[in-house]
């Protein structure tokens, strides 16, 4: 990395890690080296760092949805989630900042006495990552209770976009089309009762717990729910439940996760998708699309 970057980020004190493990930013534990990643601490800083690298920044929130290629990543990591993690709670209304867990926003709205976000404590990623996938669970979404999002473009400018203009739709959202940092949400959520939302969050992490490989790291499910089809049922009916590549596996608790065995590359699971793809079309002329998001390279010989 430029000397002299490293240098105005030192003067303007804004935190970051050269070569920093991929394998550590990410829940499916695979990867190479970023070259640098930066812990902005307020939208100063990120507008800062906007400007000194533009384009060759991408955002990772938890890393819960993203399989980072071995090669690893030339350019800019910029996360918010170490230090944008602030929440402001007024009546039914919540703001918060895109760096924050879900798991720690849900708590903190069951703790001021309002209910909603329930569906959302098991989804192990940050806000941002939630609105940018429009993450759900259990028959919930966020975008249900977004009213607005605000976001920085390339330019450092902050735009507050209201939810009917973000796309919201089942794992998609419009911050998949356009190049902007998600800086954090407004919500609207009822009045709720402590005791019945604590019930809630602790019923479905137990469903979780019994039907997800939790205890393997993965980045979920892998795969988009095809119209009318479970990704799961129709991969278990191309009897590929424990199929292996290396140290991937078609998880045997829930074949819509692929699961890191323990010495997986992220080649192996980029090739299992591969194999998991070409065969359910076979099979049965669905087409699976991956829902996990691919950073780097996997177009070359060395990632195939
Ligand atoms: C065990 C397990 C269970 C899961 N269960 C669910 C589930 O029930 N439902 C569900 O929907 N998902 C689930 N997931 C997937 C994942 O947790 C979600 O997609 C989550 O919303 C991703 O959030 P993240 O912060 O980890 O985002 P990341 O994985 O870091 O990023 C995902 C994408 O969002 C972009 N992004 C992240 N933050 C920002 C930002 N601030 N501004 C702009 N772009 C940004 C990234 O560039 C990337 O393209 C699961 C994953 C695991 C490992």
Do not use: E, L, S, W
């Given at each position: 990395m430029d000397k002299k970057l490293l240098d105005i980020l030192d003067a303007s004190g804004i935190e970051y890690l050269e070569n920093a493990p991929l394998s550590e930013l990410t829940?499916?534990?695979t990867g190479g080296k970023a070259a640098l990643v930066v812990y902005p601490k307020d939208e100063a800083q990120t507008a800062m760092l906007i400007g000194l690298f533009g384009k060759e920044l991408t955002v990772l929130g938890n890393g819960s949805n993203v399989l980072a290629s071995?090669?690893?990543?030339?350019g800019v990591i910029l996360t918010l989630q170490k230090y944008m993690t602030s929440v402001h709670i007024e009546g039914n209304i919540v703001m918060a900042d895109a760096g924050i867990r879900l798991s720690k926003l849900v708590l903190e709205t069951i703790n001021s006495g309002l209910s909603g976000l329930e569906f959302a404590a098991g989804i192990p990623g940050t806000l941002g990552g939630g609105i940018y996938m429009n993450a759900g669970a259990y028959d919930g979404t966020l975008s249900e209770f977004i009213s607005s999002v605000r976001a920085m473009d390339k330019n450092g400018y902050i735009h507050t976009i209201p939810a009917e203009d973000c796309a919201f739709d089942y794992r998609h959202s419009i911050f998949m089309e356009r190049d902007l940092i998600i800086l954090g949400c407004t919500f609207i959520l009822r009045k709720g009762d402590r005791a019945s939302s604590v019930a809630k969050v602790n019923d479905l992490n137990q469903r979780r717990k019994s039907k997800q490989p939790l205890e393997y790291p993965s980045a979920g499910s892998t795969f988009k729910r095809p119209s009318g089809h479970y990704a799961g049922a129709l991969i278990e009916a191309s009897g590929l439940k424990g199929c292996t590549i290396g140290g991937a596996q078609v998880s045997e608790k829930h074949a819509g996760f692929i699961i890191n065995?323990?010495?997986?590359t992220s080649k192996d699971v980029y090739e299992l998708i591969e194999h998991v793809r070409k065969k359910v079309l076979e099979d049965s002329g669905v087409e699976l699309e991956p829902e996990v998001r691919f950073l780097g390279r996997f177009d070359t010989e060395d990632n195939r």
């Open positions: 829940t499916f534990r071995d090669c690893g990543y030339d065995k323990g010495d997986a």
